[in-house]
């Protein structure tokens, strides 16, 4: 078992699951929120606590959802002291995280991510909220999680698109701070698809403490912690106009930025090739069937737009990037060759 701390949150690694509940206040009411997916596999394990069932789609990551359950919070008689524990995916908890924050001005909140991403990425950091029409997480808080409970038994379940959509994020944390995680997913990637639990607790571990380390220098993203944005921007316009989930369309935006990179003279044409191979030998799309006249304009729609620009995370090799602000006419101009 393996811990660290972020703030005023614990993050936990590679305890079973049914020690999850020595992490909970004592004398607490506890209310969990989970998705009926989840449920199926592990509802048992949460036998004794009420749970509020969600959607855990992108279409019910919405406002709506936070009042249906603000309704069952009330009907639960819950109040300020009650502690909400989100179980499932990054859906359950970034939708958790924002209801807490926000039920009578506040209740604490924990997290049991179930999906890998949910584990390396969506469970740490604060940052919790929905989606607004075609605005990605527009609404939300930064607020931490009093704990993160990182479980490997949860990803036997997962569906393979489901899984394998974290080693984007893992992908993404290697290529910003750590060129050693990226070797060792490059040496095991087989290990890691067949869900070695010594593999997997590794690289788990690592991406967070990259993400932990980032965060705690920069919780509310005034700069450093604009690099855990790294393929995101193309990310989030593809998943706006692609059927891709988020890990698929991050894996696709790894590239793009990359691509980018290397026409910027910042990334060598072998680490481009490294990248785009490392994401191919985990099944991850490395392009889209979507075009640049509808991908671009859609990246300006982005949250993160300031003025006329927007900030893109550029790769400097392996295990460095750095951030750039770009106008849609510099990106069209630098992107007015490709093929996507
Ligand atoms: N807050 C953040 O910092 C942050 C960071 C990254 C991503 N995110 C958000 O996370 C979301 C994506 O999260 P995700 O990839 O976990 O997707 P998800 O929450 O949609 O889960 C994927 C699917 O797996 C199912 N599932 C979950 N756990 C399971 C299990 N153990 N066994 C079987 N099935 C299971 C879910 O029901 C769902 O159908 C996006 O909305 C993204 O915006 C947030
Ligand atoms: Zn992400």
């Known amino acids: 078992m393996k811990k660290l701390s972020l703030h005023q949150s614990t993050l936990i690694f590679g305890e079973p699951l049914s020690c999850f509940a020595n992490y909970l206040p004592a004398h ?26 969600i959607e ?65 990425d969506a469970s740490v950091g604060g940052k919790n909220g929905v989606n607004f029409e075609r605005y990605k997480n527009i609404l939300g808080v930064f607020n931490q999680p009093q704990f993160v409970f990182c479980s490997p038994e949860v990803l036997t379940t997962l569906a393979p698109k489901d899984f394998v959509s974290g080693f984007a994020e893992i992908v993404k944390a290697a290529m910003i701070a750590d060129d050693a995680l990226f070797s060792f997913l490059e040496k095991n990637t087989e290990s890691a698809l067949q869900k070695s639990p010594q593999i997997l607790e590794h690289l788990i571990f690592e991406s967070v403490k990259i993400k932990a380390d980032i965060v705690s220098q920069d919780e509310r993203e005034q700069g450093l912690r604009r690099q855990l944005n790294l393929g995101h921007t193309f990310a989030h316009a593809i998943e706006k106009n692609s059927a891709l989930s988020h890990g698929e369309a991050v894996s696709v935006g790894i590239c793009l930025a990359s691509r980018l990179s290397q026409q910027l003279g910042l990334m060598q044409e072998q680490d481009v090739l490294r990248v785009k191979n490392l994401l191919q030998q985990l099944s991850l799309p490395t392009s889209v069937n979507v075009g640049l006249e509808t991908l671009l304009p859609a990246m300006f729609h982005d949250k993160k737009k300031e003025g006329n620009s927007i900030y893109l995370v550029l790769p400097r090799g392996i295990g460095q990037c750095e951030v750039q602000k770009m106008s849609l006419d510099e990106l069209t101009m630098h992107t007015k060759n490709w093929k996507l």
């Not at 607490?28 to 009420?50: C, K």
């Not at 936070?66 to 499932?88: H, M, P, S, Y």
């Not at 506040?106 to 949910?118: E, I, R």
Request: aromatic share 8%; net charge negative; hydrophobic share 45%.
């Open 28 to 53: 607490t009411q506890v209310v969990i929120v989970s998705s009926s997916n989840v449920l199926q596999h592990y509802a048992h394990g949460f036998g004794n606590y009420p749970v509020i069932t």
């Open 56 to 120: 855990d789609t992108e279409l019910h990551k919405t406002l709506a959802t936070i009042e249906k359950i603000t309704e069952q919070l009330l009907a639960l008689n819950a109040d300020r002291r009650t502690f909400l524990l989100g179980v499932g995916g990054g859906i359950v908890c970034d939708i958790t995280g924002f209801a807490a924050s926000i039920y009578m001005r506040g209740c604490a909140f924990g997290f049991v991510p179930t999906t890998l991403l949910a584990q390396v």
